[in-house]
């Protein structure tokens, strides 16, 4: 059984992009060399290394400024990947490793269609079959909590600001100055 491994950008300067990962060992970086070429600042220009080991890939920071993360853990020694890893560069750029694996001898069930003359059509070649496709979900923000005292405290104070209005305006319009406040008029 052969498997193809590749990455599929899903967040960054080219979200979809995909990099066929082939070779023993491959560059991740910002640098036009590289074998996973990713222009972006957040990138160092050599940031991680791939090395296939063991018909899997290894990921190791290669000391970039802003960190090597596999699901969202950053990198302090190298790790093996898995299908479905999400793998980080800073925390702009969003890779999901794949792998994919299919059998060129496999059986494939195919219907065959009769050619005039009573001869069956051959069945079509297999073609190979990517692994169930997989999504990535970021992951959410817990919701922010707003702090609502300034809202009750502006409240009750534009309440009471409009009680006093009222009040006053009140007592202007039925002559009860010298009643309520007669220090201020002079009434006796």
């Not at 000391?63 to 479905?84: C, E, W």
């Amino acid at each position: 059984m052969a498997a193809q491994f590749q990455f599929v950008m899903r967040s960054g300067p080219t979200p979809g992009a995909t990099f066929s990962l082939e070779g023993d060992q491959l560059i991740i970086g910002r640098d036009s060399s590289s074998n996973v070429a990713i222009n972006d600042a957040e990138v160092s220009r050599k940031h991680a290394r791939l090395t296939f080991q063991g018909g899997k890939y290894v990921i190791e920071d290669l000391g970039s400024t802003n960190g090597t993360f596999v699901n969202g853990q950053r990198l302090a020694s190298p790790i093996v990947l898995k299908s479905g890893d999400v793998v980080s560069l800073g925390e702009q750029i969003v890779l999901m490793f794949e792998a994919l694996s299919f059998d060129p001898g496999a059986t494939v069930a195919a219907s065959r269609k009769s050619i005039p003359g009573g001869v069956s059509a051959p069945a079509p070649a297999p073609s190979p079959s990517p692994a169930p496709q997989q999504y990535y979900t970021p992951s959410v923000a817990p919701a922010k909590k707003t702090n609502m005292m300034p809202i009750f405290i502006g409240a009750g104070v534009l309440v009471l600001i409009c009680i006093c209005a009222f009040s006053l305006w009140y007592i202007d319009q039925n002559y009860l100055w010298c009643t309520f406040l007669p220090f201020l008029t002079g009434c006796q």
